[in-house]
């Protein structure tokens, strides 16, 4: 792996993200955990970005992450941690807040006409392609997270036309 740092994502145990967050940093690793606030009734919370999960910046052994209590495991590309790419996560922490809670953008609402599939979109300024209209008035969107690209449904007000560079 070489001694370069890089950022990891780990899964906690249901109901022990910060059991687990804990028991990461107790071990000297850097824990990002981007969260989101959300209204339920009249209270508001802050809810995991990706629940369940959180990113580790590792350098050098990391086994000890897999044994920590409330830890699942590391998501591992064969034998190793899966590398997040910086760039992804230096987005992520740009929005971030000093609480890590996200700053989403408030897009214009858009008509579901005004996309055609294969449209380059974002979903409150993050990357998609538009594929369609899926069922229950949810538009289908292609986004990458984690390294991979997901099939994403999103209310059709949160999406908006690319920026041409």
């Given at each position: ?21 804990a ?10 955990r ?18 369940g ?25 064969g ?8 760039a992804e ?30 449209d380059?979109?974002t ?17 289908l ?13 999103v ?11």
């Amino acid at each position: 792996m070489g001694n370069a740092p890089y950022w990891a994502v780990f899964r906690a145990a249901p109901n022990r993200e910060q059991l687990a967050i804990a028991g990461v940093m107790a071990l000297g690793f850097e824990v990002f955990r981007p969260l989101l606030r959300t209204k339920t009734g009249s209270r508001w919370a802050r809810v995991g970005l990706f629940p369940g999960y959180a990113f580790v910046r590792i350098l050098g052994a990391w086994r000890a992450i897999d044994r920590t209590p409330g830890v699942l495991g590391l998501i591992k590309n064969g034998e190793t941690p899966a590398k997040c790419p910086d760039a992804e996560i230096g987005r992520l922490l740009a929005r971030c807040d000093a609480d890590n809670v996200v700053r989403l953008l408030r897009p214009p609402i858009v008509t579901k006409s005004a996309f055609q599939p294969g449209d380059r979109i974002t979903v409150r300024g993050f990357d998609a392609i538009y594929l369609g209209m899926g069922a229950q008035d949810r538009e289908l969107v292609l986004m990458t997270v984690l390294g991979a690209q997901r099939q994403v449904k999103v209310a059709g007000g949160l999406l908006c036309s690319a920026l041409k560079g």
